[in-house]
């Protein structure tokens, strides 16, 4: 009996680190989509399907085939808040996304984020956030956060340009 008390705790312990760590993973999520990263890989990732097309133009690649290899995208693109979730972990918790994503959603983030002119209401709103522990985190740990996602970003690029090839290759193209 005790053995079956044991086993319960782990299981509903497990569940629980999982369902916090999707929470995590989805808070990462809104943070980049907030801040304009996940739009940036959004255009990394036509590019590199562009690429691909290039590529394999002498192939004569069915449209019915390239949109299979486009589903590619969507997976890439929830596989990025995964991986990038790694290095956000290192350095913030839970409460700071959700404080990042306040910011990024305000008037005033968005203006920062847009480079658009800030009013004094906004710059005081920006002054108090990055005075705050969150803001400071951001601050200190900035060109080692840059560091990490651009290390990760890359490993990301090369998993989902590995993953279109074997798509294309499984539908019987090759370079």
């Given at each position: 009996m005790k053995l079956l008390y044991a086993l319960l705790l782990s299981f509903s312990l497990l569940t629980s680190a999982?369902?916090?760590?999707?929470?995590?993973?989805?808070?990462v999520k809104v943070c980049?989509?907030?801040?304009?990263?996940?739009?940036?890989?959004?255009?990394?990732?036509?590019?590199?399907?562009l690429d691909f097309k290039t590529?394999?133009?002498?192939?004569?690649?069915?449209?019915?085939?390239?949109?299979?290899?486009?589903k590619e995208k969507?997976?890439?693109?929830?596989g990025l808040a995964t991986m990038l979730s790694r290095?956000?972990?290192?350095h913030f918790t839970l409460q700071d996304l959700e404080l990042m994503n306040e910011l990024y959603t305000s008037k005033a983030g968005r203006n920062m984020l847009q480079n658009?002119?800030?009013?004094?209401?906004?710059?005081?709103?920006?002054?108090?956030?990055?005075?705050?522990?969150?803001?400071k985190k951001i601050q200190n740990t900035q060109r080692e956060m840059s560091a990490s996602l651009r290390r990760l970003a890359k490993i990301?690029?090369?998993?989902?340009?590995?993953?279109?090839?074997?798509?294309?290759?499984?539908?019987?193209?090759?370079?």
């Open positions: 999982v369902a916090q760590e999707d929470g995590y993973v989805v808070a980049i989509e907030n801040n304009g990263t996940l739009a940036y890989y959004d255009t990394v990732l036509d590019a590199m399907f590529e394999f133009q002498a192939n004569n690649i069915p449209d019915s085939v390239w949109k299979i290899v486009e969507e997976y890439a693109k929830n290095a956000y972990k290192e658009r002119s800030l009013s004094k209401k906004d710059k005081a709103y920006l002054d108090r956030f990055y005075n705050s522990a969150t803001g990301w690029i090369n998993n989902t340009s590995n993953q279109v090839a074997e798509v294309l290759s499984e539908k019987g193209y090759s370079f």
